[in-house]
Each structure stands twice: as structure tokens, then as C-alpha cells.
């Protein structure tokens, strides 16, 4: 009788990881990500955000375990930020571009920055953006300023660049 050799563990990067998810895998880490933030907006338990947000804890500590910590009660609480690696979608002169961030922080900007575009071609209020002017969004050595020029802006939602404005990840 032959002796087999133990199997050597794969070892991936998580690039790789995340190129092998299948649609499930990214709905679901789509959606632990949702309950991620609903627990640090609105303040709520571990199981009431999964609920809300149709999924269970386990699936959440799967996905974002990094950015959860336990309390002296031993309860699930989230951290202010967390270093989660988001892909989402952006603005340029050009039209809309996929960049990856790892900065909770930095996914939020480019969260309000949508909303703030989102709310001038509503509205015609130019007042959100304000704030974004000479700004730009750093992704590793790449830098990405907001685009603020009404004029631009105007030009990308009549190409139809802009026709649903969102920063969820892609």
C-alpha cells in the first residue's frame, strides 16, 4: 500500500479570492457590508441589522469579521472604520470609472459626493458640491479629483453617463 502525500494548502491573495466569488459570494458580501453600516448609523445589534437587511450574523462574520469587535457584554459591535475593500464606481470627465478603496471613510465620500450630484441634477442646487471643489479621491498613487464643474456634469447626464446615480459597489 502506497502512502500518499499530504496535500499542500492554497494559499491565495485575496485579489484572487475575490476574483473566484461567484454572484452569490458578492451579493452576500454585498449585504454584510449593508448591515455593517446599518449597525453604525442607526446603532443597532448585530441580529436586528442582518434581519433588516436579509441576511444572517453568521454570514456577516464571514464577510466583515475584521471590522466587527465584541463588547464587555460580548455583543457584536462595529468599529468606527474599517479597512474593507469596496469597489465603486466613480466620476470623471469621461464618464463613470470602477476604483477600489480600502477606507470605509473613503467609500463614505464617494457615497455623499454621489448624493450631492445626484441632488444638482434633481434640483439645480449646485450648494452640495461645494464641499468637493479642488478635492480628489486618493486610491493607492492614483489620485481622482471630484468633478464639480456644473458645466461637465450637465455634459455626462446628457451623454446618460449619469442615469442612475449610485455609489454601490460594482
Excluded: C
Excluded at 457584536?76 to 474599517?82: I, L, S, V, Y
Excluded at 476604483?99 to 473613503?106: E, M, P
Amino acid at each position: 500500500m502506497r502512502r500518499r502525500r499530504p496535500r499542500r494548502a492554497q494559499v491565495r491573495s485575496s485579489r484572487a479570492r475575490s476574483r473566484m466569488r461567484g454572484p452569490k459570494s458578492k451579493d452576500a458580501r454585498r449585504r454584510a457590508l449593508e448591515v455593517l453600516s446599518l449597525m453604525r448609523n442607526k446603532n443597532i445589534s448585530l441580529t436586528k441589522a442582518a434581519r433588516e437587511a436579509l441576511t444572517t450574523g453568521r454570514t456577516v462574520t464571514k464577510y466583515v469579521k475584521s471590522a466587527l469587535r465584541k463588547d464587555t457584554s460580548r455583543r457584536w459591535k462595529a468599529t468606527p472604520n474599517d479597512r474593507l475593500t469596496r469597489h465603486l464606481r466613480f466620476l470623471t470627465g469621461d464618464g463613470q470609472i470602477v476604483v477600489t478603496t480600502h477606507s470605509s471613510r473613503a467609500a463614505s465620500k464617494v457615497a455623499e459626493y454621489w448624493a450631492a450630484v445626484d441632488h444638482y441634477l434633481r434640483t439645480g442646487s449646485s450648494q452640495r458640491l461645494e464641499e468637493f471643489k479642488g478635492r480628489s479621491l486618493r486610491t493607492g498613487r492614483e489620485q481622482h479629483p471630484y468633478i464639480t464643474d456644473l458645466s461637465v456634469l450637465d455634459q455626462i447626464a446628457s451623454v446618460g453617463e449619469v442615469t442612475e446615480v449610485t455609489a454601490i459597489g460594482v
